[in-house]
């Protein structure tokens, strides 16, 4: 069997290393682009719902969204209609900052499927929306507390 899974892990880190290293100037620290990118695209996401798009569990999402809120870059809102439910919005910083980080991911983009065939990005496209649907029912199996059987 191929170590396909090591290659992925292996281009995540590197680009989120990358990443990092670039947004510091920015005062965004680890992963936190990752963050304001689904709040400036989803405008009014609760909290839970943010920390299922990005695959992490509530306790990481909630410190992260903390540290954006005091950063400046977001705010929560109470929902019109139920006071408990906390909505999240971009500030004025985070609606500045949305575009370099945009521009930063269309650029390794490009960098990264550079010399495919339009046709070849759409296969790795279709091919790696299979494989995250596959992981999603073993994340959400042991997000509840469950064990896989190897």
């Not at 290659?7 to 510091?24: C, H, P, T, V």
């Not at 490009?110 to 010399?115: C, D, H, K, M």
């Not at 929306?129 to 469950?146: C, P, Y």
Request: proline content about 1%; hydrophobic content about 35%; charged content about 35%.
């Amino acid at each position: 069997m191929k170590e396909i899974l090591r290659e992925i892990g292996m281009i995540a880190r590197a680009l989120d290393s990358i990443s990092n290293i670039e947004f510091k100037e920015y005062d965004l620290t680890k992963g936190q682009y990752l963050y304001i990118v689904r709040i400036c695209e989803n405008l009014g996401i609760i909290q839970e719902k943010l920390a299922e798009m990005i695959k992490v569990d509530r306790t990481t999402a909630a410190r992260a969204i903390k540290k954006l809120e005091i950063n400046g870059f977001i705010e929560k809102k109470e929902d019109k209609h139920n006071k408990k439910i906390k909505k999240i919005y971009p500030t004025n910083k985070g609606d500045n900052v949305y575009p370099f980080i945009k521009r930063e991911n269309n650029y390794s983009n490009s960098v990264a499927l550079e010399g495919f065939s339009e046709n070849e990005e759409e296969i790795i496209f279709s091919l790696l929306q299979r494989v995250s649907k596959n992981i999603e029912k073993d994340w959400e199996f042991v997000k509840k507390g469950n064990k896989r059987n190897y």
